[in-house]
């Protein structure tokens, strides 16, 4: 309500509400005296510390970024889950934008993602400062259809080099591409390692707690690496929170969903044979909707099959029509809540 504070390098305004979502931190750092009016919701919480949780080492690649000269310069961020990778890349979008920048997200965490439903790869480009990640709006998006990468590795990484030629052709000044969590063992070094040979960022930027990168690091050749530490606040979150927050991003894209009948004569349906025999779903199938080309129009739920009219039934906010239809493996219920597989 008075003096001056900050959240990520971002100079809050006066009497302007900031919201803290469910599962989520914000440090306001005051730069002088303050009054807040804090507002908590169910379980919510706020604590009071002495100096600020962002960290020394963020500024060094913050410097390093500035002092790229190609443009769109690629910056990719690494970490284990709830290592404050969104922070940090909150952190880097705001110095960037304070410096006349345009500055792209591509959000590449299936099972957290802050731009776009879980379940995608998607981007959100601003030349303003941000409070959170979460808060751009959604560009364009791949729909991969599952929440692990694991699950889906070549498809991750098509969709995270398809988004990042595309978003490249926009030709903003900086590109940050965020990553999943998954950076312990073999299967995930190789993973990250082939993920940073096709992208090609100009910057890594790694947070680690521990060593936990260290295997990932010396295996990198391409790209020069910076290794920051997290923030002395870290949040680490339960399966149950890391779950709650993903229904929320399908429940926001799925605002207003209504029951759409597609026939699956007029509609591109992929992967060939993925649609369920049964008639109606006993859980539904989170599907991805497209327009013409690549154009993401968002995300469905299939409920029925009608296998004698051939058609299929869509709860989903997407008011135009697709000609193409991708089917996840994600299970979605009727309370827009993940099934929880057996």
Known sequence: MSGKAVVFAFQI???????????????FFAVEQCVFDVSLGANASALEVEGSTVPES??????????????????????????GKSSFCTYLVNRLVSQKCRV?????????????????VGYGTT????????????????????????????KVMQGLTAMEAEVC??????????????????????????????????????????????????????????????????????????KALREMTYARYLKNAKLQNYPISQLTVEPINALPRNQEPEKGLLVGLYGQGSKFLGIGILREINQTRRALKVQTSVSAKPQRLVVGKAQIDEKLREVVQA
């Open 169 to 242: 052709q926009r030709q903003p000044d900086f590109v940050v591409v965020n990553t999943d969590g998954w950076v312990s063992g073999d299967i995930a070094v190789r993973y990250k390692t082939e993920l940073i040979k096709e992208l090609k960022p100009d910057v890594v930027v790694g947070i680690q707690v521990q060593d936990e990168l260290a295997e990932l690091l010396a295996n990198m050749q391409e790209s020069p690496a910076i290794v920051v530490e997290p923030s002395p606040a870290l949040n680490q979150r339960t399966a149950e929170k890391r």
């Open 58 to 83: 963020w500024n060094k690649p913050v410097e390093a970024v500035l002092a790229l000269q190609k443009r769109p310069a690629v910056v990719l961020i690494v970490g284990q889950a709830d290592s």
């Open 104 to 120: 792209s997200i591509l959000d590449g965490d299936l099972g957290q993602s802050d731009i776009g439903p879980s379940g995608t």
């Open 13 to 27: 305004k006066q009497a302007v509400p900031v919201v803290v979502r469910e599962g989520k931190r914000l440090p």
């Open 127 to 154: 030349a303003k400062p941000i409070t959170e990640v979460y808060n751009l709006r959604l560009e364009n998006a791949y729909f991969v259809g599952v929440t692990s990468p694991i699950l889906a590795l070549q």
